[in-house]
């Protein structure tokens, strides 16, 4: 009986709020930085645990950056809404890519992995590319929207136009690791987004 309680205390711990955590560890030190015993003393749960939930560290990390995408994406589902004009909508997408709280890491965990694994994991790369096609995917579609209500110029190939926005987007995901001056993340959203407001 005292066995059973202690195996059933062994499990005891919120898989999520372990992933979540998990997931801020690799997005501060980045994958190859992170061993396993950091992700044991972070998560606050056994070695065993770990291996038996979750699997080796590389399964770990996809399961974070699965993780990461679900809720990136669900902060951008809550926050545009129908009423909103195109640029109001694209801007927002700029805004939770850089105005995130202050206790997230900084900088995108996608980008950040992009960077540091692309080349060197090919299923990390797979899943990276997936992620971004569905963020551009998601402009093309507000930039149709738009086009059907007549706030962008139908002259526009939608396509070609959501790759250049999401460019940008990207890059302004790699500078929010370098300053936290609000007026250089304005002015290029700004300028970025201006191709819409001078086409109208």
């Known amino acids: 009986m005292k066995g059973g ?22 997005w501060k030190q980045g994958y190859e930085k992170t061993s396993i015993q950091d992700l044991v003393d972070q998560m606050g749960i ?9 699997g080796d560290k590389h399964s770990l990390f996809v399961q974070t950056l699965e993780r990461y995408e679900s809720l990136i994406a669900a902060q951008i589902r809550n926050q545009i809404t129908e009423e909103m004009t195109t640029v109001e909508s694209i801007r927002k997408i700029f805004e939770l890519a ?19 694994l692309s080349l060197l994991d090919n299923e990390i790369s797979q899943r990276i590319k997936s992620a971004f096609k569905q963020t551009e995917n998601l402009i093309a579609n507000l930039l149709i929207r738009g086009q059907a209500r007549g706030e962008v110029a139908s002259s526009f190939d939608s396509s070609e136009l959501a790759r250049y926005i999401h460019n940008a987007l990207i890059g302004v995901r790699v500078l929010v690791k370098m300053t936290a001056d609000p007026k250089e993340f304005d002015s290029t959203i700004d300028m970025t987004l201006s191709i819409l407001k001078n086409d109208q």
């Open 5 to 26: 309680n202690n195996l059933a205390r062994s499990k005891e711990f919120n898989e999520e709020e372990a992933l979540d955590k998990a997931m801020e560890i690799f």
């Open 46 to 54: 056994h070695r065993r645990s770990l291996y038996d939930t979750f």
């Open 98 to 116: 850089v105005y995130s709280d202050n206790a997230s890491p900084k900088g995108c965990l996608m980008v950040n992995t992009a960077v540091e």
